[in-house]
């Protein structure tokens, strides 16, 4: 069974540095890969995906993501944090039945970013 | 502007009444989702939907129903078997072509909380 990981409840980071945010997955086959946010009473916002290619993947608002896979992990970085990207941040894996796609969502990572 | 609208945005539901959550998108998507967010636990698939007239159990259905008589809707209905229903709850929609991998795209979700 598909599933993922976020072994951080929450990271703290101090802005102008850089951040990471630890997923890792378990997938059966090829795993297609999702980062989301969401900001405090809203819904979830894309953010960047892997499918295949470049393990270096580029997302919006500055964030970008790396797939190992040797190490089941994709792990989401930004070089450089802003107070502004404080929220909750969630890893999904996609999978398929029939022709639906369902995601598994992981239980999320609030990062805090503090001046 | 495409999106997902929900509503209302707080629902409080009293022992042994039934409250129906709205979802309607204007992104032409074929598939549909209900997800339910507990703090600490992700997100939880409770029903989705990939035509209309036609839907699935997602992993928590047990005391939900849905239907799904237009492509623009996919209301949920919170019955008095849910036990413990207070819960943010967020609907999606996507393609229904899986393998374009495309991101599911969000609502901003119904606070339900019980009186």
């Known amino acids: 069974a598909q599933s993922v990981a976020q072994p951080e409840d929450q990271v703290n980071v101090a802005e102008g540095n850089p951040l990471t945010v630890k997923c890792t997955y378990s997938?059966?086959?090829?795993?297609?890969l999702f980062w989301y946010v969401q900001y405090p009473n809203r819904g979830l916002q894309f953010l960047l995906k892997?499918?295949?290619?470049?393990?270096l993947v580029k997302g919006s608002y500055g964030f970008e993501a790396e797939f190992n896979k040797s190490q089941t992990s994709f792990h989401l970085k930004k070089p450089s944090a802003l107070v502004s990207d404080s929220a909750l941040y969630f890893c999904?894996?996609?999978?398929?039945?029939?022709?639906?796609?369902?995601?598994?969502f992981g239980t999320g990572t609030r990062l805090q970013v503090t001046l | 502007d495409g999106g997902i609208t929900q509503s209302p945005k707080y629902l409080f539901r009293k022992e042994g009444q039934n409250v129906t959550l709205s979802c309607e998108q204007n992104?032409?998507?074929?598939?549909m989702y209900w997800y339910r967010q507990d703090p600490g636990q992700g997100l939880r698939l409770i029903y989705y939907?990939?035509?209309?007239?036609?839907?699935q159990k997602g992993d928590i259905a047990e005391g939900y129903s849905v239907s799904r008589e237009k492509k623009e809707s996919f209301p949920l209905t919170v019955t008095s078997a849910q036990k413990n229903p207070t819960a943010f709850y967020l609907c999606?929609?996507?393609?229904?072509?899986?393998?374009?991998?495309?991101?599911?795209?969000f609502g901003d979700g119904t606070r339900l909380s019980i009186l």
């Open positions: 992104l032409n998507h074929d598939a």
């Open positions: 997938v059966s086959g090829n795993p297609y």
């Open positions: 999606a929609s996507s393609t229904r072509d899986s393998f374009n991998n495309q991101p599911q795209h």
């Open positions: 892997y499918i295949t290619g470049d393990n």
């Open positions: 939907s990939q035509i209309v007239n036609d839907f």
């Open positions: 999904a894996v996609r999978f398929d039945t029939g022709t639906a796609s369902k995601l598994t």
